[in-house]
């Protein structure tokens, strides 16, 4: 052999450590992008399972939001026509057939409206609501019976305390501002 010439191993080499490498250096960027796309893929994932969780909050958000507001707004109308039939009857007179009419109608309604709430509540509501309810049913029943009785005022006296209550915790459990109030339990115990 020659002093200039090169042995033929010599490029045989080079060439198989050149395609050794751009065939590594292939599998090396692919098992990057593999990785990077399996990362990106798994935040999307959790992005996109945030992204539900966050609407279904705000569905039982705006859930629990309308069906509070609505029974509210019964409730408060029931009050209404208990307290005009409360005050005839504490008179002594008893209810025309308009204002019987009317106290069997709101009382159909406000029975109307629980469905929402008993849906999207959390328990504790849903226990407040009903308590509310059956003392204003109740209280219904009393007047439209035409019996004057110091249990009407008791009733009355609860159903107003409850409901208190209840809204205040309707309105925690909505994230609006609150009056502290005592627990129904608490505020029925006698004076010390």
Do not use: C
Request: charged share 35%; glycine share 6%; hydrophobic share 40%.
């Amino acid at each position: 052999m020659s002093s200039g010439q090169v042995p033929l191993w010599v490029p045989i080499v080079v060439a198989v450590f050149g395609f050794t490498g751009v065939i590594a250096a292939q599998l090396i960027a692919g098992w990057r992008e593999d990785r990077r796309w399996r990362r990106e893929l798994e935040r999307e994932e959790v992005r996109w399972a945030r992204e539900r969780e966050r609407e279904r909050d705000n569905r039982s958000y705006e859930g629990r939001a309308a069906g509070y507001a609505e029974l509210i707004g019964a409730i408060e109308s029931f009050d209404w026509v208990l307290y005009q039939a409360r005050r005839l009857t504490r008179r002594g007179d008893e209810l025309d057939g308009q204002l019987a009419a009317e106290l069997r109608k709101v009382t159909a309604e406000a029975r109307g409206v629980l469905g929402p709430v008993n849906v999207h509540a959390p328990e504790r509501i849903r226990a407040m609501v009903r308590e509310s309810m059956i003392r204003r049913s109740d209280l219904s029943v009393l007047l439209l019976s035409g019996r004057k009785t110091d249990e009407q005022d008791r009733l009355w006296r609860e159903a107003q305390l409850e409901y208190r209550v209840m809204r205040a915790a309707m309105r925690r459990d909505l994230g609006l501002d609150t009056e502290d109030l005592p627990s129904v339990a608490e505020a029925n115990q006698p004076p010390v």
